[in-house]
């Protein structure tokens, strides 16, 4: 079966405003029906059984079901034109009629995988859920994948035990899953008494002690539910049995925040950090974390030098580079912001807002060379921002390039917009230019230019 068994899970990105999506299953390809699987039939059922197959084939599905309703006529028992009208009407999205032939084909041979599958479609797109769910419970028996699909059908249905015993099933399996992961936590915020998860966490932790994922799952439930001692003390009993885990570092910091507790919360965030376990995006929001509590108290902010230190210039630092960048950048330092910003973008230059802060810091520091670059490139990835136009043309005045500033400003001058602003800017840095040139009545020209603006605002 194809990879395309996650769709469903989108149903539940939407369900708090009430959008159903439809839903694709791919159905595995079986081989239509071929003269030597006909049997015994007559000339006028074959002519009319593959008069079906060529107009299914062209996408004529009317046509197909009146040759093969003509079959039925002349032979009702041969389950497999059931099974061809089914197909037929689900392209149609005749939902009731392909079901009802699907469930005729299902009556001989009730664990068919492939009409199963397309029942299970056809139910889904009528958004009948329980029905799905009977179906995707024996589908399940096939192929694991489709326990996903059945969490999903059971958090549609409020069946959020057995929705969490199923992900419970196939992290076990499969390891843990991020997609799974976000799941388990919408599930749980609809849990309004989580006695019965945190008992059937606490019984998976007794008998796998070193699962470290029921710890965390165990942990996000007594957060949740405002038992933050318990939470905190299940992190410890992860770390204690658990003394190389760095997962556990990953609930440990902020409990060690919130007491204050620095040399230890540091600690955590340097596991978690350099951790090739953890992903990207929980790294991002303990980076964020630590620099909240840094700004409350500055008096920190070695530690943070401390942790910085550590990183290493790979993809998978690159949003904790720009947080740090922003945090800089908001307190005025702009050197250290632009050094976090450039290390961030090597592997992001498709950032408009980042590259555009970027040039502009490169033109306030006087990194002229760097910021003539930058926006020469920023300006093949974004040919109509004239903001990128105007740095090269800044960058090359100060790299004493007059011609070129010129040259790049009057193209850039022209994708200006309802900017007065704007536009002032780039005629004061032509007038600069010809002022360099010698060319005082062009410089004047311009100047001009940028006074009738100034006088309109």
């Known amino acids: 079966m194809n990879n395309n068994w996650k769709h469903i899970c989108i149903l539940c990105l939407f369900l708090e405003v009430g959008y159903i999506p439809a839903f694709s299953q791919d159905i595995e390809p079986k081989q239509d ?30 046509k197909a079901i009146e040759a093969l309703e003509k079959c039925v006529e002349i032979d009702p028992d041969s389950k497999y034109l059931y099974l061809e009208l089914g197909k037929n009407y689900l392209e149609l999205k005749s939902y009731q009629k392909a079901e009802d032939n699907l469930k005729k084909v299902l009556e001989d041979n009730p664990n068919d995988k492939f009409v199963l599958e397309l029942l299970f479609e056809t139910y889904f797109q009528q958004h009948k859920y ?11 028996g096939f192929n694991s994948m489709f326990k996903e699909q059945l969490a999903n059908l059971y958090f549609l249905e409020k069946r959020y035990n057995d929705a969490l015993a199923t992900l419970d099933q196939l992290d076990d399996e499969y390891g843990v899953d991020k997609y799974r992961s976000e799941l388990r936590k919408r599930i749980s ?46 992190a ?20 060690y925040l919130e007491e204050n507790n620095i040399e230890e919360a540091t600690n955590s ?26 700004d409350k108290n500055p008096q920190y902010e070695p530690q943070l030098l401390s942790i910085v230190s550590l990183l290493s210039d790979n993809e998978n630092n690159q949003s904790i580079f720009t947080e740090l960048g922003h945090y800089y950048y908001k307190k005025d330092h ?4 632009l050094n976090f910003y450039e290390r961030s973008i090597k592997n992001n230059i498709n950032d408009f807002a980042l590259l555009k802060r970027i040039l502009l810091l490169q033109l306030d520091l006087k990194r002229y060379e760097k910021a003539e670059t930058g926006s020469e490139l920023a300006i093949e990835l974004y040919p109509a921002q004239p903001i990128f136009y105007l740095i090269n043309g800044v960058s090359s005045l100060y790299l004493q390039k007059a011609e070129k500033a010129i040259e790049i400003l009057t193209t850039g ?45």
Do not use: C, W
């Open 334 to 337: 702009k050197e250290q912001a």
């Open 269 to 294: 965030v340097k596991v978690v950090l350099l951790s090739d376990k953890i992903e990207e995006e929980p790294k991002y929001k303990v980076i964020n974390d630590f620099l909240l509590f840094i």
């Open 413 to 457: 001058i022209d994708y200006v917009i309802e900017d007065p602003k704007m536009e002032s800017d780039f005629y004061k840095q032509i007038s600069t230019a010809y002022q360099k040139l010698g060319d005082t009545t062009k410089a004047s020209e311009y100047q001009q230019k940028v006074n009738q603006l100034q006088k309109k605002s």
């Open 130 to 140: 329980k029905e799905s769910i009977v179906v995707a419970e024996k589908l399940a």
């Open 33 to 62: 029906v071929n003269v030597d699987d006909l049997g015994d039939v007559s000339d006028e059922f074959q002519e009319n059984f593959f008069e079906a197959l060529k107009q299914k084939a062209i996408t004529n599905y009317d």
């Open 236 to 255: 410890k009993v992860l770390l204690k049995g658990n003394p190389e885990s760095e997962l556990a570092h990953l609930a440990l910091y902020k409990f």
């Open 189 to 234: 915020s609809k849990i309004t008494n989580p006695d019965s998860q945190i008992n059937r966490l606490e019984k998976k932790i007794n008998e796998k002690p070193k699962e470290e994922q029921n710890y965390l799952n165990l942990i996000y439930l007594y957060s949740k539910n405002n038992q933050k001692e318990k939470a905190f003390e299940t």
